[in-house]
């Protein structure tokens, strides 16, 4: 009788153990059935994505092109906001197709990218044949002097004047609204402190020393060369100019046709730049060896070609903002 009953409870163990089974594979199963219909809705919604952005793009590139053939119907003063006002377009078209990037194929990224850089190449060539610039050149400078120039209250330019207003007050040495100059300044003058230099344009800046910081804000046609810094050097809203110099960071914004001979132990990061290029730092002078001793930075150790570009977060894709200066076109000696 207890086998019988053995028997029966096992058999009744296998039923319930076969049924549980069923109930699993049934609950894997809807599982899986719902996971399906998710994944394919996720790809639904991502060919959606890249079908909505494809076509903002489309559009936002029209609108610039169409922007860019107005140019030559308007009367040249009004050219100059035209053409900032197309930039400023084009910067804001630059930062979508960044943050868009991680829901877009790279295919579609490096198409992107193709068409911001067609579409600089078309402003800029417009811009060059309806205001070509003035030759950029320092063979006729004015003459060589050395001024100590007082504090300047900075105007209210942009969205950071509070900031450039505490760098230019608080810079133990500073040249503020200079054109036509050749400025210096020595080491016993800016070793480990703050440099400003705002408002200049056409000038030459030449930092014999180790500062701790430079602050640079709206230079125009200058040439700024500067020895080891040992903090940081922020420059912004600079154009057609030419910075020489080394430090630890460099933070470079709204800077437009500019080339960089720099030693950085970090990385440069740029924003809102356009047409920005990169070189080593080659500036001599006779106090440089030591110089780099005041400011502790490791002269075997040069990122001058690694920039981060915040407006261009593609890691597999080449930002075209910024490129290396060709050996061809880099000067090898500034005496």
Do not use: C, M, Y
């Given at each position: 009788m207890a086998a019988i009953e053995a028997a029966d409870s096992h058999v009744l163990e296998e039923k319930k153990l076969a049924v549980t089974e069923r109930l699993q594979k049934r609950q894997d199963d809807r599982q899986a059935e719902l996971q399906k219909k998710k994944s394919e809705g996720d790809a639904v919604t991502r060919r959606e994505d890249v079908?909505?952005?494809?076509?903002?793009l489309n559009e936002k590139r029209q609108a610039l092109e169409d922007g860019v053939a107005l140019s030559n119907q308007l009367e040249k003063s009004e050219l100059v906001d035209h053409?900032?006002?197309?930039s400023g377009t084009l910067q804001k078209l630059q930062r979508y197709v960044s943050e868009c990037t991680a829901f877009l194929p790279s295919y579609e990224i490096r198409q992107a990218q193709e068409t911001i850089s067609n579409l600089q190449n078309q402003?800029?060539?417009?811009?060059?044949?309806?205001?070509?610039?003035?030759?950029?050149a320092f063979s006729k400078a004015k003459k060589t002097t050395e001024k100590k120039v007082e504090p300047v209250k900075q105007q209210k330019t942009n969205d950071h004047t509070d900031e450039i207003d505490a760098a230019v007050e608080l810079a133990a040495c500073k040249f503020v609204k200079q054109?036509?100059?050749t400025l210096t300044k020595d080491s016993s003058e800016i070793n480990q402190k703050d440099v400003a230099l705002v408002d200049l344009t056409d000038c030459t800046i030449k930092l014999f020393g180790a500062p701790s910081?430079?602050?640079m804000f709206n230079l125009k046609n200058c040439r700024i060369f500067s020895g080891?810094?040992?903090g940081s050097i922020f420059i912004r809203a600079s154009t057609n100019c030419v910075f020489v110099l080394p430090c630890q960071q460099l933070r470079i914004h709204n800077t437009y046709d500019t080339d960089f001979y720099i030693h950085v132990t970090s990385k440069a990061i740029i924003e809102d730049c356009h047409r920005v290029r990169f070189a080593p730092y080659n500036w001599k002078y006779n106090t440089l060896d030591s110089d780099y001793q005041v400011s502790g930075l490791d002269k075997g150790r040069n990122n001058w070609d690694k920039v981060d570009d915040f407006n261009f977060l593609a890691a597999d894709v080449a930002s075209p903002n910024?490129?290396?200066?060709?050996e061809s076109e880099r000067t090898l000696s500034w005496d």
């Open positions: 079908t909505k952005f494809l076509d903002n053409f900032d006002s197309l402003i800029q060539e417009k811009r060059d044949e309806l205001l070509p610039k003035k030759k950029f054109t036509g100059q910081a430079i602050h080891p810094v040992s910024w490129s290396v200066l060709p």
